[in-house]
């Protein structure tokens, strides 16, 4: 029975020892000279060799309110020392040993947020967009992005779509800041280069296509064309943005839509498209849990979204330069 029993015992401690690790907590113990606390940067060395902390009203963890100093010793968190800023919350683990305290790591402080509040911020930056176009339009939001050729037009689609999704993915980080954050950090958020880039390719586009017709059609007209680029009878959106445009006469003396199916168009709004989609649902993982931080930076696009952009601008561009006009 009592070699039983040591058995027993023994598979026991191996079981205990293999499941010990699952336990967070135990699997990194914090040792007797450690703190792990919730704090506030006050100040940071100008060679981030040291930080000064003091205690962050997030809670009472920290074991009083004196400001500590803290020697950062570990390079690779000296790196990440200099995008804090003074302000920014965040949880420290230190040693205090041969009374010198000695970050060992950090983390910035962030508060969870549902994903349904996520989505009713989002929705309702977006309807605070539409309301204030549609107020400022006179109830004619459309006519944003209708040419003077009274069709709608690419270049002023994709801009206008890519600068509302910007304002209101701007704004939904705002009010989620101020409102589970604190009033402290309002504003702070920057645009990242990608988005800055792939929105001033959309205005680019947009004044590129606009001087090739105003080119164009300028030459039609002191070639004597009187009616160079004859204007739609009636804008259609999805036709308009993925068809030529082509007019031809019909039988009572008017004109009639013969656009063909444009592959350019096509691609345009395609990638367009795509890279909305792509990055409304980056904003979304992003505004899922905000960071207790002096600045942060909207999600930036990833460098494939923004070549295959380029490209589909580059080749809208490109058709309207050697397209006939009235054509492309």
Request: a positive charge.
């Amino acid at each position: 029975m009592t070699s039983r029993r040591r058995a027993v015992t023994q598979v026991i401690g191996c079981l205990s020892a293999l499941l010990l690790p699952l336990n967070p907590l135990s699997a990194v113990p914090l040792q007797e000279d450690t703190t792990r606390a919730n704090v506030m940067v006050q100040g940071i060395a100008s060679d981030q060799l040291s930080l000064d902390i003091g205690p962050g009203v997030i809670d009472n963890q920290h074991p009083d309110a004196g400001v500590y100093h803290l020697v950062v010793r570990d390079i690779s968190l000296k790196e990440k020392v200099k995008q804090l800023r003074v302000g920014d919350f965040i949880t420290v683990v230190y040693t205090n040993t041969s009374g010198q305290k000695e970050l060992k790591v950090f983390s910035v402080y962030t508060v969870p947020i549902p994903a349904g509040t996520v989505v009713l911020t989002l929705l309702g930056s977006g309807a605070a967009c539409f309301l204030l176009c549609l107020f400022l339009t006179g109830f004619h939001p459309l006519r944003l992005i209708v040419g003077e050729d009274n069709r709608y037009s690419n270049s002023k689609f994709q801009m206008a779509l890519w600068f509302t999704l910007l304002i209101t993915s701007y704004i939904a980080a705002f009010w989620l800041r101020a409102w589970h954050a604190g009033p402290m950090f309002l504003g702070g958020i920057d645009i990242p280069q990608n988005l800055l880039l792939l929105s001033g390719l959309s205005v680019l586009t947009f004044g590129a296509a606009k001087g090739i017709t105003t080119s164009k059609v300028t030459d039609a007209v002191a070639a004597g064309q009187t009616n160079a680029k004859a204007p739609g009878t009636n804008p259609r959106l999805f036709f308009d943005l993925t068809h030529t445009d082509e007019l031809s006469s019909t039988g009572g003396g008017g004109v009639a839509r013969q656009g063909k199916l444009d592959l350019g168009d096509f691609q345009m709004l395609v990638v367009t498209l795509l890279a909305v989609v792509v990055y409304l649902s980056i904003v979304f993982h992003f505004l899922g849990a905000i960071a207790r931080v002096t600045r942060v930076t909207l999600p930036d696009v990833d460098t494939t979204i923004l070549a295959s952009f380029g490209l589909g601008q580059g080749a809208y561009l490109v058709k309207k330069a050697v397209g006939r006009l009235g054509e492309s």
